[in-house]
């Protein structure tokens, strides 16, 4: 499996941005799909958008569009997730992932086998 490590989490106030950074081991992360999903307490994991392995095509959800955005540096085995305009709502850990799938059912957590340890962020208001 591969192992990915997430970084850049931190607290910041309503309106301001942040980027998410994962890094990852191993030989075939350009043959992945990433993804970020995110769980506040008590809720369930969330999608929030994910990137295909050929690094052509995005996904966001609808509370996040627009205001996220994800690439890929293959070359440094790393994705991203910048984050703009972040609500209080936002607050959450974040997960990063990687899966299998080429460009089909990857906002359901089940299509993905690694996942990070998460990053904390915290919007204030």
């Known amino acids: 499996q591969v192992q990915l490590v997430e970084s850049g989490g931190g607290l910041v106030q309503a309106g301001g941005s942040l980027r998410l950074s994962c890094a990852a081991s191993g030989r075939t992360f350009s043959r992945r799909s990433m993804g970020w999903f995110r769980q506040a307490p008590g809720n369930e994991r969330e999608f929030v958008g994910a990137i295909s392995w050929s690094d052509r095509s995005t996904y966001y959800s609808d509370s996040v569009k627009g205001r996220f955005s994800i690439s890929r540096d293959n070359a440094k085995n790393t994705v991203y997730l910048q984050m703009s305009s972040l609500k209080p709502e936002d607050t959450a850990v974040y997960y990063c992932?990687?899966?299998?799938?080429?460009?089909?059912?990857?906002?359901?957590?089940?299509?993905?086998?690694?996942w990070g340890q998460g990053t904390q962020v915290t919007v204030s208001s």
């Open positions: 992932a990687a899966s299998f799938a080429w460009n089909s059912g990857l906002d359901t957590s089940t299509k993905y086998d690694s």
